[in-house]
């Protein structure tokens, strides 16, 4: 089944029995970058012998192979549904990840209140 481009993007009815538990592992694992992510796999990985079907995400058109040896990328419709099932399952483990506030430089601080004052004299 080959999705078009509107229905890669346009978020859909979220509902997580719709995806294997191999499947959410898989997506969680190429969410690397996202600490929520990152905690709830470690918190699947004590609960759970599940393990990651990249393929099954491959035929349901939310990731696509990159060519490289073992490494899939996802479609904007994958990260949509790899955002909620993050969510879910950080809900139902009760995980939280505190995110430090972000910290700003004095440079920045002057540059950002000069864009801020150019943009509003346009």
């Known amino acids: 089944m080959r999705l078009t481009i509107t229905e890669e993007i346009e978020p859909i009815p979220f509902d997580i029995t719709a995806y294997t538990h191999e499947q959410q592992m898989a997506m969680l694992t190429m969410r690397f970058n996202d600490p929520l992510a990152k905690a709830v796999l470690m918190r699947l990985h004590s609960s759970t012998v599940a393990g990651k079907d990249f393929a ?67």
């Open 56 to 122: 099954g995400l491959k035929q349901l058109g939310l990731a696509v192979w990159n060519g490289a040896r073992q490494l899939h990328d996802f479609t904007p419709r994958g990260r949509w549904v790899s955002q909620k099932v993050t969510e879910h399952l950080a809900k139902t483990f009760e995980v939280v990840v505190v995110r430090p506030p972000r910290l700003w430089s004095e440079s920045e601080k002057r540059r950002y209140a000069i864009s801020k004052y150019n943009w509003a004299n346009r």
